[in-house]
């Protein structure tokens, strides 16, 4: 018989809690998801000509800070996350995670921790294409078992829908809720709620010039006080539905 100590599974995560700090290292079962979505990004971000991965910062709402990406991929997933209410905090690259059984070691850096309203979750980018090659398969198997064994969700996201990116890219553009007058985006909400939809908004404030209250509505659709079907391309008819 194998010794129990042998066989055992630990699983560490390692984190840095400023870009100079030196690294945390504690049990996955220890660590606190609060303290991690403060954690700086693992790896560092580097840019050159010529690179075939595209990588920048994004201004986060959800954050009020950018937050890194290092694919177009991961960009889209942040814009989602960005957009999606139930989303509280977004970390990107949070820890270094580390399985060690039987004598071996498996390390992985996933994309994104999310705080949301139903827990955290671990994020894992990577395009469809990839998902079937044996060294994704066997990292993702390992890391949804570890993770989820923690008590957090994990989820492995590929590309999403198109139309569904495009608004949600579109709409990402109204975000900064300090470029929208206080008084427009009350007069917007005053509007009652019957049979509402993009054109009769506008119309409804017709003191109001129509870009300004085009733009103030966006940014009340993004921040989720009004709802609009994303799956199919916005237009002036698109019903509106006002959130509680």
């Known amino acids: 018989m194998v010794p129990a100590a042998t066989t055992a599974v630990t699983t560490t995560v390692r984190f840095r809690t400023a870009p100079n700090a030196e690294v945390t290292s504690l049990s996955l079962q220890n660590a606190d998801s609060t303290a991690l979505a403060e954690a700086q990004p693992w ?12 990588s920048g910062t994004y201004w986060s709402a959800t954050e009020g800070r950018h937050v890194v990406y290092e694919s177009r991929l991961e960009l889209a997933r942040l814009l989602f996350a960005d957009f999606d209410r139930s989303v509280l905090r977004i970390c990107a690259q949070p820890f270094l995670l580390v399985r060690e059984h039987r004598g071996s070691q498996a390390k992985h850096v996933p994309d994104y921790l999310l705080l949301t309203d139903n827990g955290p979750v671990v994020v ?35 590309e999403p829908n198109e139309v569904e990116l495009q608004n949600v890219r579109f709409l990402a553009g109204f975000r900064r809720r300090s470029l929208f007058d206080p008084a427009l985006l009350a007069a917007i909400r005053s509007i009652p709620n019957e049979d509402l939809s993009i054109a009769k908004v506008i119309g409804e404030l017709s003191d109001w010039p129509d870009g300004l209250t085009r733009s103030a509505l966006f940014h009340l659709i993004w921040s989720g006080e009004f709802s609009v079907d994303i799956t199919r391309p916005l237009c002036r008819t698109s019903p509106l539905t006002r959130e509680s």
């Open 124 to 158: 894992d980018v990577k395009p469809a294409a990839r998902l079937g090659k044996p060294q994704v398969v066997s990292t993702f198997d390992w890391t949804r078992t570890v993770i989820e064994g923690r008590g957090w969700q994990f989820e492995v996201w590929s």
């Open 43 to 54: 790896r560092e971000f580097r840019w050159r000509a010529g690179q075939k991965h595209y």
